[in-house]
């Protein structure tokens, strides 16, 4: 069991926002592509969407995947879910590795079961400067598709597992301080609004 602070979501404490640019070449001059990621924060009601299973695994997805990942590792973070950057679609990045070169990109997962209960102390990128004590369930078995559309069926434990619980629930527009209690989320809130007014009279 690790009683570590986990880096969720692409937790960073240096910045509150990633913007991506992709830029694609033809034959006949340049043309340029912007897809801009931007990090959603709670209380965004956006965050409360539900995303919907990708049907088809395209050179759309695929960039979207991408595009994710550099986000995701542009805020050093660990896992990132598509609805916490406005996009509605069941895609998943997450990356453990301390090089962050082992990138695993779920389509369209689903947990199957859930064994044990374990506890981590979580924090987000959609929830900024902030962290608790989640309990979660230890093991799981779970599938998904592959960026070549190929049908994976798994098992894991410990972090990776907690992760996966983590951006599963974003994707269906639950987010980890749901697990808290009412005194301490509405604590949050008074921190967040505070923190928005300091910002704006700073401006």
């Known amino acids: 069991m690790l009683a570590e602070t986990i880096f969720f979501c692409g937790l960073t404490t240096t910045s509150y926002f990633s913007c991506i640019l992709s830029a694609s070449y033809n034959n006949f001059g340049v043309n340029i592509a912007m897809a801009i990621l931007k990090v ?3 209380p965004d009601t956006r965050l409360r969407d539900k995303a919907l299973p990708v049907y088809k695994i395209d050179s759309k997805v695929k960039e979207i995947a991408k595009n994710m990942l550099d986000v995701m590792y542009a805020e050093n973070g660990i896992g990132l879910a598509a609805t916490q950057v406005n ?10 590795s301390e090089e962050k070169n082992e990138p695993l990109i779920l389509i369209n997962p689903k947990i199957t079961k859930l064994v044990g209960n374990q506890t981590m ?4 990128l959609s929830v900024p400067d902030y962290y608790d004590i989640i309990e979660r369930a230890e093991y799981i078995e779970y599938c998904y598709k592959t960026l070549d559309d190929e049908v994976i ?3 894991t434990d ?9 951006e599963i629930d974003h994707l269906d527009g639950k987010l980890f301080i749901d697990y808290l209690s009412l005194l301490k989320r509405q604590r949050l809130k008074k921190k967040i609004n505070k923190q928005e007014k300091l910002q704006q009279s700073i401006l």
């Open 121 to 124: 102390r979580e924090g987000c």
């Open 158 to 166: 410990g972090l990776l597992a907690v992760c996966i619980q983590h």
């Open 153 to 155: 069926n798994s098992n």
């Open 40 to 42: 959603l924060h709670f």
């Open 87 to 96: 996009i509605r679609q069941r895609i998943i990045v997450i990356d453990l």
